[in-house]
C-alpha cells in the first residue's frame, strides 16, 4: 500500500504546517491532561490521609 502523493510543493508545505500544528495541540492537550491527572492524584492522597486520621481517631475513642 502507498501513501498518496503531493506534487505540489505549497500542498505539501501546508501539509507540514498543518501537521505541525496538529502536533503541538495534542502536546498540549497532554499536558493539561496530565496536570488534572496530578490535582487529581492529590486530592486522592488527601483522602486518604485524612481517611487514616478519621480511622485512627475512631479506633481512639473505641478503646476504654
Do not use: H, K
Amino acid at each position: 500500500m502507498s501513501a498518496p502523493t503531493i506534487t505540489d510543493l505549497g500542498q505539501l508545505d501546508a501539509a507540514c504546517q498543518r501537521t505541525e500544528q496538529l502536533v503541538q495541540e495534542a502536546a498540549e492537550a497532554e499536558r493539561a491532561a496530565f496536570g488534572r491527572w496530578q490535582d487529581a492524584y492529590g486530592a486522592y492522597e488527601v483522602a486518604c490521609d485524612e481517611a487514616a486520621l478519621a480511622r485512627a481517631n475512631w479506633e481512639q475513642a473505641l478503646i476504654p
